[in-house]
């Protein structure tokens, strides 16, 4: 999830970011995960949009979820639409055209390439911090001051 709160927060300038909750991946009432207890993420599957709603207002509040969010709608449009289950990333350019279509997740879900995506359209985006130490640029070199004659 970092990671694509880190894109939003580098391009929101630049591009639209839209969020759409479709059916939920792992409920508690089909295909619950260990991973979700653990990240106290445990909800049933949905029945009405309203309990949609909720589940996605919980997310976005208890994880301060920045991203603007959308809801599908109980029959599952936009999730058969743009086949968002459980999680993929879609860039729509200005002309309303798929112009990036990620991997279906979890194990093709790769927020990098849509970063990579975005930089070759809209430029690189600096940090003030580097990833690693190795990334950082090395310090300046400073002079001595000469010892004191005695």
């Known amino acids: 999830m970092g990671d694509i709160v880190q894109i939003y927060e580098d391009y929101q300038g630049r591009a639209d970011?839209?969020?759409?909750?479709?059916?939920?991946?792992?409920p508690t009432d089909e295909w619950q995960m260990k991973s979700n207890v653990k990240d106290d993420v445990c909800y049933a599957q949905p029945k009405t949009l309203e309990q949609r709603v909720a589940i996605a207002n919980d997310f976005t509040?208890?994880?301060?979820?920045?991203?603007?969010?959308?809801?599908?709608?109980?029959?599952?449009?936009a999730n058969d639409a743009y086949a968002a289950w459980p999680e993929r990333i879609y860039i729509i350019d200005e002309s309303g055209r798929i112009a990036y279509r990620g991997g279906m997740g979890p194990f093709n879900y790769k927020p990098e390439e849509a970063r990579e995506w975005l930089a070759a359209r809209y430029g690189a985006v600096k940090h003030d911090a580097p990833k690693s130490p190795a990334d950082a640029a090395p310090a300046?070199?400073?002079?001595?001051?000469?010892a004191a004659a005695k």
């Open 140 to 146: 300046p070199l400073t002079p001595r001051p000469a």
């Open 61 to 77: 509040k208890r994880f301060k979820f920045p991203l603007p969010f959308g809801i599908d709608d109980m029959s599952n449009a």
């Open 17 to 26: 970011f839209l969020t759409v909750y479709v059916r939920e991946a792992h």
